[in-house]
T-cell receptor, first 116, second 112 residues
């Protein structure tokens, strides 16, 4: 079974530029999550999709961040414009509805964003 | 408001000894607790979980204990191996939203 795919793996941009990240979840997983992990901290949920609907985006800075999950499969996360404090690893995860057998999520390798 | 806390940022243990990683939580709506392991440049990988209706779950060298009254869980690794060196995250799932809340992680170093 293929895992969660993310691209790019690394991205370096100047502040005020735009950037987009892509995620392909495990086939058949209804729930998709985007997390932001700042160095030294745990992953923080940005947005959670159930199929192509948003379940929770309460911690998404909506003035600059946007995300979509068209057709309930792939997802993109965009930052426009980026700020220095957006430097982090952006993790995508997926799970079957309600969580896996152990209620776990399956994570991709992440995209490391550096904003200069 | 940190709902899931890992108060020890790092831990060093000798190979073959027991590693104990601790986690505290505040939200009584959490129904599942999970431990993830993370190596550098990789995403977290699921290690073990426990339902809120249980107090212990064991999988090989890994055992998770849950004390609901104290809102505390711990991960025991026996015996510890150098390959266990990683950052360990405690996470909790909210029964209402299916939202996962992560702790800040504990970096475990197993010394050969």
């Amino acid at each position: 079974e293929a895992g969660v795919a993310q691209s790019p793996r690394y991205k370096i941009i100047e502040k005020r530029q735009s950037v987009a990240f892509w995620c392909n979840p495990i086939s058949g997983h209804a729930t998709l999550y985007w997390y932001q992990q700042i160095l030294g901290q745990g992953p923080k949920l940005l947005i959670q999709f159930q199929n192509n609907g948003v379940v929770d985006d309460s911690q998404l800075p909506k003035d600059r961040f946007s995300a979509e999950r068209l057709k309930g499969v792939d997802s993109t996360l965009k930052i426009q414009p980026a700020k220095l404090e957006d430097s982090a690893v952006y993790l995508c995860a997926s799970s079957p509805w309600g969580g896996g057998a152990g209620n776990e999520q399956f994570f991709g390798p992440g995209t490391r964003l550096t904003v200069l | 408001d940190q709902q899931v806390k890992q108060n020890s940022p790092s831990l060093s243990v000798q190979e073959g000894r027991i590693s104990i990683l601790n986690c505290d939580y505040t939200n009584s709506m959490f129904d599942y607790f999970l431990w993830y392991k993370k190596y550098p440049a990789e995403g977290p990988t699921f290690l073990i979980s426990i339902s809120s209706i249980k107090d212990k779950n064991e999988d090989g060298r890994f055992t998770v204990f849950l004390n609901k009254s104290a809102k505390h869980l711990s991960l025991h690794i026996v015996p510890s191996q150098p390959g266990d060196s990683a950052v360990y995250f405690c996470a909790a799932k909210d029964s209402g939203t299916y939202k996962y809340i992560f702790g800040t992680g504990t970096r475990l170093k197993v010394l050969a």
